[in-house]
């Protein structure tokens, strides 16, 4: 036996070379692990004397043995690869995922958690829409049920929150673009959907004030989820009208960048690094489609792994925990730019 304390699930599968969710699955029921598993786990809890929290290991065999998954726009591929991550996590762990999606409209957030109460699931994984949500109906909800948010942040809501740097990928772009060619403008929607949108611009204006150089923000109409229309509509309209005030454009997400590149090519601008070109176009969240788009889009790349896996990671702490972590925890991954042949 060791000296050393172990203080929870998380640190005890790391030090015993075992997954977490294999270690949850044998602490639910020992023989849903093979024999050669379950030995190595009671060696390991021999050496470490380690001892789970059998009060909420038996409070949550109350409860289903459902995780309730909700996002803002599944059709999203952002948000349908996440989706795609986080349920491979709660097979693996013996729980089943219920996926629902708010459509980016806030009395049906509040339905879905609504119902969600209802069924006692083990825990929720929520990307809520962010301002546009109810923030006392998930506060309240947050209280209800072990709850850790994802992807959107709500200052102050919930026991944890996990996603990505915004400042992260938006300096990277940014510094990578100005030092390959001329500065970038930057394009967004005037009314973003997603919050994630306003914190990317904040960082672009810091970055290149930072630079000594003058921000462009050029906003365009359109509200909802149909990225790709609304970049396509506005960029047509800047392109008839006075064209862009650099040859950079650095999009706030990829979608938006789809529909600008079909602005492009339908006015006859030709984007990418090469002779002959007009125009360089950048982005960011390297969305599924991005490296099929012509030409490939150069892009900032979510860690979907790292947020999805540490969501769910953070989510069966808090479910060992009693449903409280005391404080709460916040979590970013850095993205990593991806070069292509737009910029």
Same mark, same amino acid.
């Given at each position: 036996m060791?000296?050393?304390?172990?203080k929870?699930?998380?640190e005890?599968?790391?030090?015993? *070379?075992? #997954?977490? &969710?294999?270690?949850?699955?044998?602490?639910?029921? &020992?023989?849903?692990? /093979?024999? #050669?598993? !379950?030995?190595?786990?009671? $060696?390991?809890l021999?050496?470490?004397?380690?001892? &789970?929290?059998?009060?909420?290991?038996? $409070?949550? /065999?109350?409860?289903?043995?459902?995780?309730?998954v909700?996002?803002?726009?599944?059709?999203?591929?952002?948000?349908?690869?996440?989706?795609?991550?986080?349920?491979?996590? +709660?097979?693996?762990?013996?729980?089943?995922?219920?996926?629902?999606?708010?459509?980016?409209?806030?009395?049906l957030?509040n339905?879905?958690?609504?119902?969600?109460? #209802?069924?006692?699931?083990a825990?929720?994984? %929520?990307?809520?829409?962010?301002?546009? #949500?109810?923030?006392?109906?998930?506060?309240?909800? +947050?209280?209800?049920?072990?709850?850790?948010?994802?992807?959107?942040?709500?200052?102050g809501?919930?026991?944890?929150?996990?996603?990505?740097?915004?400042f992260?990928?938006?300096?990277?772009?940014?510094?990578?673009?100005?030092?390959?060619?001329?500065p970038?403008?930057?394009?967004?929607?005037?009314?973003?959907?997603?919050?994630?949108?306003?914190?990317r !611009?904040?960082?672009? @204006?810091?970055?290149?004030? !930072? %630079?000594?150089?003058?921000?462009?923000?050029?906003?365009?109409?359109g509200?909802?989820?149909?990225?790709?229309?609304?970049?396509r509509? *506005?960029?047509?309209?800047?392109?008839? @009208?006075?064209?862009?005030?650099?040859?950079?454009i650095l999009?706030?997400?990829?979608?938006?960048?789809?529909?600008?590149l079909?602005?492009?090519?339908?006015?006859?601008?030709?984007?990418? !690094?090469?002779?002959?070109?007009?125009?360089?176009?950048?982005?960011?969240?390297?969305?599924?489609?991005?490296?099929?788009?012509?030409?490939?889009?150069?892009?900032?790349?979510?860690?979907?792994d790292s947020?999805?896996?540490h969501?769910?990671?953070t989510?069966?702490?808090?479910?060992?925990?009693? =449903?409280?972590? =005391?404080?709460?925890?916040?979590?970013?991954?850095?993205?990593?730019?991806?070069?292509?042949?737009?910029?």
């Open positions: 060791t000296d050393r304390k172990i929870n699930m998380e005890f599968a790391s030090v015993s *070379g075992i #997954s977490r &969710p294999t270690v949850s699955k044998y602490f639910n029921d &020992p023989d849903s692990v /093979r024999q #050669s598993t !379950r030995e190595r786990i009671e $060696q390991a021999e050496r470490y004397d380690f001892r &789970p929290n059998i009060f909420a290991i038996n $409070q949550n /065999r109350r409860l289903t043995k459902n995780i309730g909700v996002v803002p726009y599944l059709a999203d591929p952002f948000f349908a690869e996440i989706a795609r991550n986080i349920e491979h996590r +709660c097979l693996d762990a013996g729980f089943w995922p219920i996926l629902f999606s708010s459509h980016g409209q806030q009395d957030e339905d879905i958690l609504g119902s969600l109460r #209802s069924l006692k699931p825990g929720v994984l %929520l990307a809520p829409l962010g301002r546009a #949500s109810d923030r006392d109906y998930i506060e309240k909800f +947050c209280k209800d049920v072990p709850t850790v948010l994802f992807d959107s942040n709500i200052e809501i919930g026991e944890a929150f996990v996603g990505s740097d915004n992260s990928f938006v300096s990277q772009t940014v510094e990578y673009l100005t030092r390959s060619g001329e970038p403008c930057f394009f967004e929607m005037s009314t973003p959907a997603n919050p994630n949108a306003n914190k !611009r904040i960082a672009y @204006v810091e970055m290149m004030e !930072r %630079l000594g150089l003058e921000p462009h923000v050029l906003k365009v109409e509200e909802g989820w149909a990225f790709e229309e609304i970049g509509q *506005g960029a047509l309209r800047i392109l008839e @009208v006075h064209g862009f005030p650099t040859d950079t999009c706030s997400n990829d979608r938006l960048a789809i529909g600008l079909s602005a492009c090519y339908e006015k006859g601008f030709r984007v990418g !690094r090469g002779e002959g070109c007009a125009l360089r176009v950048a982005s960011h969240d390297d969305h599924p489609f991005s490296k099929f788009t012509c030409p490939s889009l150069t892009t900032a790349a979510h860690d979907y947020v999805a896996n969501a769910f990671s989510l069966m702490d808090l479910i060992e925990a009693g =449903g409280s972590f =005391g404080n709460r925890q916040e979590t970013l991954f850095a993205a990593r730019l991806i070069l292509r042949a737009s910029a």
